[in-house]
């Protein structure tokens, strides 16, 4: 881990921080590393939201919103209290360090007193790594997969 990495919550009426995210938004989609992913605009933006910073520049960040179950599924029922991760993303040549899982925590740690799920969806072309970083190292339960072969 990368003690040189700050980790804090982002303030989202702060120009810099709205900008650096939009910013990272767009260098996530150029490295295309998602299926179907856009840049996002500012409306996308949502808190909680952590910032990962190393000597003030942003290197990663997560976010995420609360929600309530509408629809029943095996595992969540209907009504039950969520949150869904939206984005958590790391420069390529700060993962590994950490970083991603400390977001991930700090997440679920805003999460705990006010939801009884966190949620995620991914459409990461290396489901691989995702579901090594959800799944074992964030305990998170593999529940469903959409899967297409064009032929």
């Known amino acids: 881990m990368d003690s040189k990495v700050q980790i804090k919550k982002a303030d989202l009426s702060d120009p810099f921080v709205v900008d650096s ?10 490295e295309g590393s998602c299926f179907g992913m856009r ?7 949502k808190e909680p ?3 990962a910073l190393e000597g ?7 976010f995420g919103h609360f929600y309530e179950k ?4 095996s595992e969540i029922p209907v009504g039950a209290k969520c949150f869904e991760i939206d984005e958590l993303y790391v420069l390529p040549e700060y993962r590994s360090g950490g970083i991603g899982g400390r977001i991930f925590r700090l997440l679920e740690e805003e999460a705990k007193d006010k939801a009884e799920f966190i949620t995620l969806a991914t ?3 290396d489901y691989k790594k995702a579901l090594r970083f959800y799944a074992e190292q964030n305990a998170m339960t593999y529940h469903s997969a959409y899967l297409i072969k064009k032929i």
């Open 70 to 73: 509408e629809a029943k599924n």
């Open 56 to 62: 003030g520049k942003v290197i990663g960040y997560g």
């Open 39 to 45: 840049a996002n605009e500012r409306d996308d933006l």
């Open 123 to 125: 459409s990461t072309k």
């Open 21 to 30: 995210l939009l910013e990272l938004s767009k260098v996530w989609v150029e």
């Open 49 to 51: 939201c952590y910032l």
